[in-house]
């Protein structure tokens, strides 16, 4: 079934909007499901996409530069722990998916 330009345009553009705003890094903590997942995506992307860049600046500069962008990357780590804790980012996920506290059953971790 042929497709028209202007479907694909607008495929092409939803795809980048998709793309842009989603974490580049795993959060298994965080629902893979609506309403969670689309609620977390944003501020966990713009945190995953400032430790990247962080992360990379280390490769780039001095030697002695690398331990200052390395503890702002850990730091955003643990904002980024924080943030998949938030009781709404986890909503939508199914419970016999969700990962449990160790020796509760569930998901392994």
Known sequence: MPVDERTLRRLGVQWE??????????????ARRPPGNVLAALPLSAL?????????AGRRVPEAARPVLSA???????????????P???????????RSPEGSGGAPE
């Open 48 to 56: 995953d996409r400032t430790r990247d860049a962080l992360d990379g």
């Open 88 to 98: 709404a980012f986890r909503r939508g996920e199914k419970p016999q998916t969700r």
């Open 72 to 86: 702002a990357s850990r730091s955003l780590r643990g904002g980024t722990h924080l943030l998949e804790r938030v």
């Open 17 to 30: 909007i998709l793309r842009r705003t989603a974490p580049t890094r795993p959060h298994p903590v965080v």
